[in-house]
Structure formats: C-alpha cells, structure tokens
C-alpha cells in the first residue's frame, strides 16, 4: 500500500468494487488481508480506516468470532 492516503483511499474503493464482483477479483482481495490490518492500524486517517474496516468486515462477516476480533 502506498503512503499517501488519497491513493490508499482510491485503492480501497477498487478493492471494494473488485470483491463485489466475486469470483476471481474476489480472491484477490482476500490475499490482501494482512496488508489492509496493517494499514487500519498504521492509518491516521480516520476515512481510511472505515474504508479498511468495510473491506475486512465483508470478507471476515460469515465469521462471527472474526467479526469480534476487528473491534478489539
């Protein structure tokens, strides 16, 4: 992920679009799991770390336990 938070900004927002589609976009966000962690936790932009929080929630929402551990 880039440093600047209006390019990480438009990357999620493509990432977003990616994992709607499904399918084979859909698992590349997925491998991107660790990366988008770190950046919610780096980030002090607080639109950055909602858009994060969005990505991680869809993937991680068929696990309620995952779901718990984002918050904490």
Do not use: N, T, W
């Amino acid at each position: 992920m880039d440093k600047s938070d209006h390019v990480v900004s438009a990357a999620l927002v493509s990432m977003i679009e990616l994992y709607k589609r499904g399918g084979h976009s859909g698992e590349i966000v997925k491998k991107s799991i660790s990366e988008l962690q770190e950046k919610l936790m780096s980030s002090k932009d607080g639109f950055v770390q909602y858009q994060v929080l969005l990505i991680l929630f869809e993937l991680k929402k068929s696990d309620p336990m995952s779901c718990l551990k984002l918050l904490y």
